[in-house]
């Protein structure tokens, strides 16, 4: 596991228009970054990521089912009291997740370590599916990788195969919020996976969903059967929408029950269903005592998205802290797990799970410790 410079393409911009990669540059920092890329080997990406991300996997499955069972864990995660049979239902019934990704910090050198779980609205989705699989290709093409270079990445058509799997009907709904390009590119490439796997697909704001005899609604007052949301199943919950008998009629994607999984809460409660397992790390809520024992680690509120609010502390000195709006609703405290470092390039490994079936990886980097949305996305293959 290494990385590599690289000289970026120079038609990169028109190989970005060419697939629809219109994020690029974000805020006018750039994003998408290939002055270098990260070489992993088969032996690296099977053992180190594919097999570790398959097992926690299950593990997460596991305490789903283990949660909605107790509802003293359900509060201890601060979701709300009306939100529980809706999610223990979607739990019952079934209701099939899409896709997700675990964010490892690993350097080559022992197990890689669970920082959390982006469970309910990844994003960097097109990105790893084919941004950097269009990367490759031309490498190849050139001259500029090794032949018979390849990447950990069937992302793409695990998606397609998967999509007719979690949709009620022949019409998938996505629905953001619009004004975020990453936000607009991710469902945008989500609708095209749905054509492709021959499903009607329609994109609309979050703000132009309504509701119709207890009914969610497009503009053109159709039902809504399936609903892919890129937005937070807890800002849903809090809203009279998440209260309506609607909610009831309304396959979503991601169901539910991955409202556990995104709430870091479900970290500290990993650790106590597997203590000492290899992949993941000591995590606590704040107020257990046990997390006194954490000299040094990373706290992070219950909610928080993109790295917001996480503070970093070693041995009782602080490393860093980002900003943002979360952290009234309570934190955990993790054990500190330092990112891969290559010239001060902090590095996190998004490994991918679509279905049950892990299938690719992503990567970003950062000047600093925590990965926020602003952090770059660097391309891998494999070698040897």
């Not at 955990?332 to 001060?344: E, I, K, S, T």
Request: with cysteine; net charge negative; charged share 25%.
């Amino acid at each position: 596991m290494r990385r590599r410079r690289d000289i970026p393409r120079a038609d990169a911009a028109e190989r970005h228009a060419a697939i629809g990669f219109g994020f690029a540059e974000i805020g006018g920092e750039p994003y998408w970054d290939e002055t270098a890329h990260w070489e992993f080997t088969l032996r690296e990406i099977e053992g180190g990521i594919e097999d570790p991300t398959t097992d926690l996997w299950a593990l997460c499955l596991d305490l789903v089912d283990r949660v909605i069972a107790d509802e003293k864990r359900l509060a201890r995660l601060r979701i709300p009291e009306h939100a529980w049979d809706r999610i223990a239902a979607s739990r019952r019934a079934g209701e099939p997740s899409l896709y997700g990704r675990f964010d490892l910090s690993w350097d080559g050198h022992g197990p890689a370590k669970l920082l959390e779980f982006n469970a309910d609205t990844p994003t960097s989705l097109f990105e790893s599916a084919v941004v950097q699989w269009t990367w490759l290709e031309d490498g190849l093409a050139r001259g500029t990788l090794p032949a018979g270079a390849d990447q950990f990445n069937s992302i793409h058509e695990r998606l397609i195969a998967r999509l007719p799997e979690v949709a009620a009907g022949s019409r998938l709904h996505l629905t953001a919020m619009t004004v975020s390009p990453e936000d607009t590119g991710t469902v945008a490439y989500l609708a095209d996976c749905a054509v492709a796997a021959g499903l009607e697909a329609e994109i609309l704001d979050v703000a132009d969903i309504g509701l119709l005899d207890d009914r969610f609604v497009d503009l053109d007052e159709r039902p809504i059967e399936t609903l892919f949301k890129l937005y937070p199943w807890e800002w849903l919950f809090a809203e009279d929408f998440g209260r309506s008998p609607a909610m009831a009629r309304t396959r979503f994607v991601e169901p539910a029950w991955k409202a556990i999984l995104a709430n870091k809460g479900a970290m500290a409660m990993l650790w106590d269903l597997a203590p000492g397992h290899p992949n993941l790390l000591p995590t606590f809520f704040d107020d257990d005592p046990r997390r006194d024992g954490l000299s040094s680690h990373a706290i992070k509120p219950l909610f928080s998205r993109e790295g917001g609010n996480v503070m970093l502390v070693d041995r009782g000195r602080l490393l860093a802290r980002s900003e943002g709006s979360y952290g009234a609703e309570g934190s955990v405290v993790q054990q500190l797990a330092p990112l891969a470092n290559v010239d001060g390039n902090h590095m996190v490994i998004g490994s991918w799970i679509v279905g049950d079936a892990a299938c690719g990886i992503g990567l970003r980097e950062d000047a600093g410790p925590i990965t926020t949305d602003r952090s770059r996305f660097l391309p891998h293959v494999i070698v040897g």
